[in-house]
């Protein structure tokens, strides 16, 4: 017995000896140890029934994929801008009834307003172009004046603030043909025909004079800026060119609207505010359509 425990020990240490020696043969103890492991888990009966029920722990959830490369965030206002510049701003025809390669090369989108718009031509010629983009922002804002005079001293003197015997344009401009002077919240302006014409010769003549030269050196004559933007509204670019957008749609709109002033007042002898007033309190009975229609008996004055 002795004799076989001692063949057994010493075939067990050279058995020992030949793994821990012979690093191949340790890969291969490892690599059937862990089969044996894994058989032993994949047989077990207790871990089947663990895996069946879904109460063995999951593996993580692998990495999300990283995120391929795109533009850069846009700010709303490029957004906006993106709407009334370039290539792809709004047309004066929605998507699909216009076609853009129809639209004028030298119409690039480069001004504001700039719809595309030039049934005539009469913009190709670069200096055309500058003269006429000059004439209509200035147009515009004397529009823009001349609206906010019509409505206002009309709408105060109909809703209690005396400004005249009758405040609509018109009739204000024949108190002046008459020698009278202006009355604005009762208070008398000793302001006459011959003063009021010596006032807007100097004032807006000087203004349109330093306007062509440039006196002032702007870099922009037709967006000065600087002392003429006491708010600070225009110091951001992007704002600037947005607000140059808005202030050409609101001067188009009101230059039609002068336009629709001055045949309304022929039409029907009344001031803007009279004439919505009127249209407020009957809209079936007072339309332009009741109007040339003749069913309201209507005396032109002018």
């Not at 089969?35 to 990495?63: D, I, M, N």
């Not at 702007?218 to 704002?239: I, R, T, W, Y």
Request: net charge neutral; proline share 8%; charged share 20%.
């Amino acid at each position: 017995m002795a004799s076989i425990a001692a063949l057994g020990s010493a075939a067990a240490l050279g058995r020992a000896e030949q793994i821990l020696w012979n690093p191949l043969n340790l890969n291969k103890f490892a690599a059937s140890t862990a089969a044996s492991r894994s058989s032993t888990r994949l047989t077990s009966p207790s871990l089947q029934v663990v895996s069946l029920f879904g109460f063995k722990k999951k593996a993580a959830p692998p990495p999300p994929p990283p995120k391929p490369k795109g533009k850069a965030a846009v700010s709303p206002a490029t957004e906006e801008l993106a709407k009334w510049y370039g290539p792809d701003r709004r047309t004066f025809l929605p998507e699909g009834l216009l076609d853009r390669a129809d639209i004028p090369e030298y119409l690039n989108g480069e001004v504001a307003g700039d719809y595309g718009y030039d049934p005539f031509g009469l913009s190709r010629k670069p200096e055309n172009f500058d003269k006429y983009q000059a004439y209509e922002l200035i147009h515009a804002r004397w529009a823009m004046l001349g609206a906010a005079g019509f409505i206002i001293p009309e709408a105060f003197n109909k809703f209690g603030a005396y400004c005249g015997p009758e405040a609509v344009w018109f009739k204000t401009g024949a108190l002046l043909l008459d020698g009278n002077t202006l009355s604005y919240f009762g208070a008398n302006i000793p302001i006459n025909l011959v003063a009021a014409v010596v006032a807007e010769v100097i004032l807006v003549g000087g203004a349109e004079y330093y306007r062509l030269t440039n006196k002032l050196n702007f870099d922009d004559k037709l967006h000065p800026g600087g002392p003429f933007d006491p708010l600070g509204l225009a110091k951001d670019p992007d704002q600037f060119a947005i607000l140059r957008v808005k202030e050409i749609k609101n001067g188009r709109l009101a230059m039609f609207s002068m336009l629709g002033f001055f045949l309304q007042a022929y039409v029907t002898g009344e001031g803007p505010v009279e004439n919505l007033a009127a249209h407020l309190s009957d809209p079936f009975g007072n339309n332009i359509l009741t109007v040339l229609g003749g069913s309201l008996e209507r005396a032109p004055t002018l």
